[in-house]
């Protein structure tokens, strides 16, 4: 079973700059799923899709952060980043990394999903 560990995650002001980090402890797409994403939950809500990517490096992001977050990896160091520009308070939420089996539209990787246990971003007005 892939095992995700997410870090990075804080508090900043409206504006500001954050990026969270996901390391998996597998070392291939074949194990860990053929997708990567970014979920988020806020106290209240459902847990949404935020960015995606598949293995080949496609992208996939959620309108409400297109132009100002950025999905990357590393796969040398199996890890998985977010890099998240022009914060705004409601971008407050728990942020989640995934591994799953398909990357479909507005950041949605899914197919049996592998959770991590979650970084928390938060974002003062």
């Known amino acids: 079973q892939v095992q995700l560990v997410e870090s990075g995650g804080g508090s900043v002001q409206a504006g500001g700059s954050l990026r969270p980090s996901c390391v998996a402890s597998a070392s291939t797409y074949s194990m860990r799923g053929q997708c990567m994403g970014w979920f988020r939950q806020a106290p209240g809500k459902e847990r949404e899709a935020v960015a995606g990517i598949a293995s080949d490096g496609t992208t996939s992001y959620a309108d409400s952060v297109k132009g100002r977050f950025t999905i990357s990896q590393d796969n040398a160091k199996n890890t998985l980043y977010l890099q998240m520009n022009s914060l705004k308070p409601e971008d407050t939420a728990m942020y989640y990394c995934?591994?799953?089996?398909?990357?479909?539209?507005?950041?949605?990787?899914?197919?049996?999903?592998?959770w991590g246990q979650g970084t928390q971003v938060t974002v003062s007005s």
């Open positions: 995934a591994s799953g089996r398909i990357l479909g539209r507005g950041g949605l990787c899914y197919g049996s999903i592998i």
